[in-house]
């Protein structure tokens, strides 16, 4: 029996949330766009959404870990390649790729064709981490190898090696 079922009052939760088309907060980094549909502020924090365009022969983040979050990709358009470990995995439209926590992965767009994701983390705790990126880049600031572990690492990942 729920909460509310039990004692006859209304509970009050997220309020609904909507974003409709060319709406969310938009990120940039460098040939990726990314579309922040979902930051968890709606969803108690258990569930973040965002969708990314890949622009052609885009190479994704080093290969990482992440130890505290889910991350699943579903391509909405194109091809991208997902490396787990040592593997390669070619998704093409109406794929779902789910990585769960600990799990090495990257992922790039190789082909002369945008490809479109949408990303989900759960919980929500990475979102931050695109934001960070995108202000790295807005200080003018290079984004170097370290400077993008830093981030990283402010939010339960790192690279694949250093969290074997």
Known sequence: MTEEARTGERQTGPALSVVGPGEGETIVLGSTR??????????????????????PHTQGPPQHR????DEGFYVLSGTVRFTVGEEDH???TGTLVIVPPDTPHTFANLTDQ???????????????YFR???EELAGGRPLTPQANIDAMSRYATGPAGDLA
Do not use: C, K, N
Not at 35 to 48: I, K
Not at 66 to 69: I, K, L, P, S
Not at 114 to 128: E, G, I, K, R
């Open 66 to 69: 992440h130890g505290r979050h």
């Open 34 to 55: 990314m579309r922040v549909l979902e930051d968890g502020s709606h969803t108690g924090h258990r569930l973040a959404i965002a969708e990314s365009v890949l622009a």
């Open 90 to 92: 070619d998704a093409t």
């Open 114 to 128: 945008p490809a479109v994701m949408l990303s989900t983390f759960t919980p929500d705790l990475y979102v931050q």
């Open 132 to 134: 960070d990126l995108q």
